[in-house]
């Protein structure tokens, strides 16, 4: 049986000057659109009207890119702007289940990674430890270790500011697993195993969050530990916790 997982790969960039003040200028053109997207949702807000969600929000970036006074924007690669308009989506979304904060506007310094969610959009020359990225051609990388898998998306992340700020590619790989078809049978005495079982479980939280965060990572994630304390009885939409909520195990109002 085989089963499919995302690794990512992190190599610093090899950036000439040009690239190193483009990508300064890709940011911060991300940075903007973030801005001026928050700002006209606070005032859709103001005036009574609804929430703009990614679509319409896209809409706007079309309009921005081809205004005169913000054509700027076409300067730079489009999907990373999009890209950004998805995340404040989902920060709004967070906010409106109150598992967040309200969306807050960005100081510079603060640009959002730029990501190319679109394997079609960029190449890895892995022979020559280069990637070919829109609006910045072929940037060097530091190829550190063997990249296999295939394509999904790259996201750039800048580390300090200055002369001395550090670029890096996080570059996300689909790969195949094999998993032994005896993973997938119960075998022999089951119910004599449950209680050994249960117990090794019980004893195990601590390897398991630790392999855990250690696996996500890996894969370019984050594990995000949550105080599992009236969980099961509390909405995730209005954040209201009650005993009543949680009628039986599977039913809950």
Known sequence: MFLSSIKAYRFQLRLRPAQGAALRRIAGGLRWVWNQALAEQRARHARGERYAGHAEMCKWLTAWRNAPGTSWLSDGPVHPQQQVLRRLDEAYKRFFAKAGGFPAFKKRGEEPGIRFPDPKRFSLDAANGRIKLPKLGWVRLRMSQEVTGVLRNVSLTREGAGASARWFASIQVQVAQTVPAGLAKPGKKV?????????????????????????????????????????SRTCRLCGHEAAENRKTQSAFI
């Open 191 to 231: 119910r004599q195993k449950a209680g050994l079982n249960r117990g090794i479980l019980d004893a195990a939280w601590g390897e398991f969050t630790r392999q855990l965060g250690y696996k996500t990572q890996w894969r370019g994630g984050q594990t995000i530990l949550v105080n599992p304390a009236y969980t």
